[in-house]
């Protein structure tokens, strides 16, 4: 078993900032890759980063690239998102997911949550207009 937790979440302005965090704990494998997803009030939930053990590889969907950032310290068991230029379709419940395949894959892969074998309980953020 594989437990994350994320924090970080909160209310801001649009144009603002927050960084979310997310700690892995557990069984983790010796080298995972780790997604944020986020989920808006009656939307599925939908791929926004993720990146591979070594840091190198990220992916970003198209509405959040040159905005959001990945990234992750692995002796401390953390992935972050820092989320700059937010906007008010940005609000959603954000979660980070646990993948053990830490390789190069397509966006048919890595975006779909269904690879994602633990996720954690999610953190509310709200951006205000």
């Known amino acids: 078993q594989v437990q994350l937790v994320e924090s970080g979440g909160g209310t801001v302005q649009a144009g603002g900032s927050l960084t979310l965090s997310c700690v892995a704990s557990?069984?983790?494998?010796?080298?995972?890759?780790m997604g944020w997803f986020r989920q808006a009030p009656g939307k599925v939930r939908t791929f926004v980063a993720r990146?591979?053990?070594?840091?190198?590889?990220?992916y970003y969907t198209d509405s959040v690239k040159g905005r959001f950032t990945i990234s992750r310290d692995n002796a401390e068991g953390m992935v972050y998102l820092q989320m700059n230029s937010l906007k008010p379709e940005d609000t959603a419940v954000y979660f980070c997911?646990?993948?053990?395949?830490?390789?190069?894959?397509?966006?048919?892969?890595?975006?779909?949550?269904?690879?994602?074998?633990?996720w954690g309980q999610g953190t509310q953020v709200t951006v205000s207009s």
């Open positions: 997911a646990y993948d053990r395949n830490s390789g190069d894959y397509s966006a048919g892969y890595y975006a779909n949550r269904y690879v994602y074998e633990y």
């Open positions: 990146i591979g053990w070594s840091g190198t590889r990220t």
């Open positions: 557990g069984r983790t494998s010796s080298s995972y890759a």
